[in-house]
């Protein structure tokens, strides 16, 4: 079983730059593909990002691709979500999580942390 925990959410400008972090406890870290979900008011959740066991392989949302960057230390069991030039339609409930199986789907996620709020101020 893994446990996930998410950091580093609150109010940010638009057009600047924040890191999320999600800790994961466990020694099978390294065998999930990890994703970030969001999840703004009154809409439903959505894929962000998501990058394969080792690190090689990474897909985007097109929403957020060339503005986000999904990356994993597998020392530290933790996977990030570098978010730059943030738009006010970024925010959002964001939420990392984790598969045996890859995709975009929810469904697919075994895993889920309890999500970090992310405002962007225009």
């Known amino acids: 079983q893994v446990q996930l925990l998410e950091s580093g959410g609150g109010l940010v400008q638009a057009g600047g730059s924040v890191r999320l972090s999600c800790a994961a406890s466990?020694?099978?870290?390294?065998?999930?593909?990890m994703g970030w979900f969001r999840q703004a008011p009154g809409k439903e959740r959505e894929f962000v990002a998501r990058?394969?066991?080792?690190?090689?392989?990474?897909y985007y949302a097109d929403a957020v691709k060339g503005r986000f960057t999904i990356s994993r230390d597998s020392a530290r069991n933790t996977v990030y979500l570098q978010m730059n030039s943030r738009i006010p339609e970024d925010t959002a409930v964001y939420s990392c999580?984790?598969?045996?199986?890859?995709?975009?789907?929810?469904?697919?996620?075994?895993?889920w942390g309890q999500g970090t709020q992310v405002t962007v101020s225009s």
């Open positions: 466990g020694r099978t870290f390294s065998s999930y593909a």
């Open positions: 990058i394969s066991q080792g690190g090689a392989n990474t």
């Open positions: 999580a984790a598969t045996w199986l890859g995709g975009t789907s929810g469904a697919a996620y075994s895993y």
